[in-house]
């Protein structure tokens, strides 16, 4: 995330520091403007990433065969393999609903089953809702720095340079490019 973030704010790290955070936050003000328009696109209550996921997983699903306990307990078999699924717990021994929060193949079968709509359980960090709440909160718009009211604490000074411990180098850095021996005398004519 670190990474992404520096990667994300490339052309402000090297400002002075309050153009800087002026910067970020001008990012952070379009980027809220642009999720919110993203949320708009979207063609169901839930995210696109998730549908994409949840569609895969129902033509998978056509592939298993189903056994109900007459509860909530299912035996899916898919192939030489078999999956206990449990609805009410919201387990199947696959692990990729309990992983992802969205229904597996085999309890997308399970609900088809039942003539129930896997969409309704998706988990609810994926419904729409929930992504427009993360960006329910604006970030305030300010006026411009010349409009600030004047304080009457100290301004911020650089630290002072302290003497560093040990001798000072006597011979200077030579740059990559540069002739390692250049010799001290000139050629005589």
Not at 177 to 185: L, T, Y
Request: hydrophobic share 30%.
């Amino acid at each position: 995330m670190c990474e992404t973030f520096n990667s994300w704010i490339l052309a402000a790290r090297h400002k002075s520091i309050i153009t800087m955070l002026e910067n970020i936050r001008h990012k952070m003000m379009n980027r809220h403007i642009d999720m919110i328009k993203f949320a708009e696109t979207w063609i169901s209550d839930i995210s696109p990433m998730a549908r994409a996921i949840l569609e895969r997983n129902k033509e998978y699903s056509n592939n298993c065969n189903v056994q109900w306990n007459g509860l909530n307990g299912f035996e899916i078999s898919e192939g030489e393999y078999s999956f206990v699924v449990d609805l009410e717990k919201k387990h199947c021994d696959c692990r990729l609903w309990m992983l992802r929060g969205i229904p597996c193949p085999h309890a997308i079968c399970a609900y088809y089953y039942l003539n129930q709509d896997p969409d309704q359980h998706v988990e609810h960090w994926y419904k729409k809702e929930t992504f427009l709440k993360a960006y329910s909160h604006f970030i305030k718009p300010i006026p411009n720095m010349r409009m600030w009211p004047e304080t009457t604490n100290p301004s911020i000074e650089p630290p002072k340079p302290r003497k560093m411990l040990g001798r000072p180098g006597k011979k200077r850095r030579k740059s990559k490019d540069e002739p390692k021996n250049r010799g001290n005398f000139q050629e005589k004519e």
